[in-house]
Every structure is written in C-alpha cells, then in structure tokens.
C-alpha cells in the first residue's frame, strides 16, 4: 500500500480499504462516541462531527429523524459479523455479497455508519 499509495495515511481521511487493499487486524483507529441518537456510536472524531450535522440537517431541512445503528467495528467483531451472515445464507458466496470480509470494511477505519430512519 505504501508504494502504491505513498501519501495516504491510514489515519487520514483519504484511504482506500477493500477486499484488493486490506487492513491489518490490529489497526484500531482513535474513535470517540457520536451525539446522536442510536447504537454503537463510535466513530473517528472527523467522521463524528460530519455524522452530527447530517443528522442535525437532515433533522432541520427535511423532518427526518436518523438514528445510528452500527459505527466503529473492530476486525474481530467484523469477523463475527460475516461467519454469522456466512452461516445464515449457508453460502461463502451470498455471505460475500452482503458483509465485508475482516480487514476490508470501512467500519474498521472508524468512518463508516449505518444509518437508519427513526421510526
């Protein structure tokens, strides 16, 4: 990754992570918890405060209430993740379609949400 892509940091807000450009299993970025209303609200400082005026607008402009539902994961919870989603559709194949293999999600970075309506 380095050579490839010299000035890109792990810990910057521009890097690539994907099936093709893994991360290591014990990359754990600094995160803090989110003000928003929802579960695992975790996130990189920089990401958070983005999260929190998407909410705060989408809130404002619209009427819409969010709410967070699956922030931060660590490699070893993004592993738990997809033997489970492996194991539910029965298929390494579908399992792959729908969750990120350990080490290739950017819940791991800390700057990924889930986010859904609030009912």
């Known amino acids: 990754m380095d050579a ?3 000035d890109k940091d792990v810990d910057g807000t521009a890097f690539l992570v994907n099936r093709q450009h893994p ?4 990359y754990i970025p600094e995160v803090r ?9 975790s996130m990189r400082p920089d990401a958070a405060a983005a999260l929190e005026e998407m909410f705060k607008a989408a809130k404002e402009e619209s009427g819409i209430s969010l ?4 922030g931060y994961r ?3 919870k993004q592993s738990t993740i997809y033997a ?3 194991k539910t559709t029965g298929s390494t194949e579908k399992a792959d379609a729908l969750v990120a293999l350990p080490g290739t999600s950017e819940h791991q970075l800390g700057m990924a949400m889930d ?4 009912g």
């Open 4 to 6: 490839a892509m010299p």
């Open 23 to 26: 991360i290591s299993e014990d």
């Open 33 to 41: 918890k989110t003000n928003v209303y929802g579960m695992s609200q």
């Open 67 to 70: 709410s967070s539902v699956s």
């Open 74 to 76: 660590g490699y070893s």
């Open 84 to 86: 489970r989603k492996k």
């Open 115 to 118: 986010v859904a309506q609030k």
